[in-house]
């Protein structure tokens, strides 16, 4: 995965507001949004996992494809500790998909943090999932060809920017506040050291915009208010959760960062 920079770049082009409202990715390119819909994208291989890592007969296995069918159970089962373990043992030989993987994980990292929502854990996930692609780490739009994308730039965008452009934006600078802070802390501690934003500026900026989006129309009609606004007031603990996920669980050392995507 490639080190993001922070610093100072040249003012935004006009283009780039008018890219965001449009919501213009590239073909490859999902809308500019994050939702918490990892758990609406499970694949059939991902199922298949969670039967062989459980079921300790055919019985069992049958049993567990019927509780799978219903969402309330399947999310139970999907807090199984099991499914860690296997997932952590065999992290070189896994056949599931990276929005099953980084659930699974997100979700036990949460928990032992004291942090239960079901919905906040799948929109960490979902999170964690796009930025673990280095394009995803610009904002929703690119400024050009050549630019990178900085806090600084999206900031001064929301000069300029219309309300559904700076929902948008906002929402961006508080996640990429968080996966920065959460998955790379030691790198910007570092990085701090030698003059750029440390620990606490991200944590004051993710916090402050994800309170700003949580009361944002688009927030209640997408239904993430609520969990935009646990993410303000939870931040810490999150961004110290996703400490040790990075630490612990994923070997985001940095020559394993660039293959983070399964």
């Keep these: 995965m490639g080190q993001p920079t922070v610093g100072s770049n040249p003012t935004p082009s006009a283009a780039f507001v008018n890219e965001l409202a449009s919501g213009t990715a590239d073909a490859h390119?999902?809308?500019?949004m994050i939702r918490a819909n990892c758990r609406a994208r499970f694949i059939a291989a991902d199922f298949d996992f969670i039967v062989r890592t459980l079921a300790r007969s055919q019985t069992d296995a049958v049993s567990l494809v019927d509780l799978l069918s219903d969402?309330?159970?399947r999310d139970s089962v999907l807090d199984h500790p099991r499914l860690v373990e296997a997932i952590l043992s065999n992290a070189d030989h896994l056949h599931i998909s990276s929005q099953f993987y980084f659930y699974v994980l997100a979700r036990?990292?949460?928990?032992?943090?004291?942090?239960?929502?079901?919905r906040l854990c799948d929109y960490v996930a979902?999170?964690?999932?796009?930025?673990?692609?280095?394009?995803?780490?610009?904002?929703p739009a690119r400024i050009d060809s050549d630019?990178?994308?900085?806090?600084s730039d999206m900031l001064i965008a929301l000069t300029r920017a219309t309300p559904e452009q700076a929902f948008l934006l906002r929402a961006h600078v508080g996640n990429y506040s968080l996966f920065i802070s959460g998955?790379?802390?030691?790198?910007?501690?570092?990085?701090?050291l030698r003059g750029a934003p440390d620990i606490g500026f991200y944590e004051q900026v993710g916090r402050t915009n994800y309170q700003l989006v949580a009361s944002?129309?688009?927030?209640?009609?997408?239904?993430l208010d609520d969990v935009f606004a646990e993410l303000?007031?939870?931040?810490h603990d999150v961004r110290l959760a996703l400490n040790e996920l990075s630490d612990r669980l994923i070997n985001l050392d940095e020559d394993a960062r660039p293959s983070l995507v399964l």
């Design 216 to 223: 944002h129309a688009t927030a209640r009609r997408c239904e």
């Design 147 to 151: 630019a990178h994308e900085y806090i």
């Design 126 to 139: 979902s999170l964690l999932e796009t930025f673990s692609r280095a394009n995803r780490l610009q904002s």
């Design 232 to 235: 303000a007031d939870r931040f």
């Design 108 to 118: 036990h990292v949460l928990q032992q943090a004291g942090i239960f929502d079901r």
């Design 29 to 32: 390119d999902e809308l500019p």
């Design 183 to 192: 998955i790379f802390h030691e790198n910007t501690q570092r990085r701090s």
């Design 71 to 73: 969402a309330e159970t």
